[in-house]
């Protein structure tokens, strides 16, 4: 059975941090790509950046480039979103989903986790 688990969620002021983990069990981690996703309240899906380890690359959204980092552990088959100066308009429950190829679109992933809140205040 395919999992994704997220967690590292929570609130915190703006400008603070937090890291997300996205676990990956039932499939072969290197055969696929993790991305992220975000959605806020009244807001439609947004891909946050995606990771394909085996192909080495990864993308990020222009809201979010250069303070948040993704990175990978595929010995514990585990990939993390650093996130770094958070702003309020980062709250949103954030995602993570398996896919074939590395996009920003959430209709690449075939699997999906149940989602962990993130929450900025100001």
């Known amino acids: 059975e395919v999992q994704l688990v997220e967690s590292g969620g929570g609130l915190v002021q703006a400008g603070g941090s937090l890291r997300l983990s996205c676990a990956a069990s039932?499939?072969?981690?290197?055969?696929?790509?993790i991305g992220w996703f975000r959605q806020a309240p009244g807001k439609e899906r947004e891909g946050v950046s995606c990771i394909s380890s085996s192909e080495g690359i990864t993308s990020y959204g222009n809201s979010v480039k250069g303070r948040f980092t993704l990175s990978s552990d595929n010995a514990k088959n585990t990939v993390y979103l650093q996130m770094n100066s958070l702003n309020p308009e980062d709250t949103a429950v954030y995602y993570c989903a398996a896919g074939g190829i590395c996009s920003r679109q959430p209709h690449a992933y075939d699997y999906w986790g149940q989602g962990t809140q993130v929450t900025v205040s100001s």
């Open positions: 039932g499939f072969t981690f290197d055969d696929y790509v």
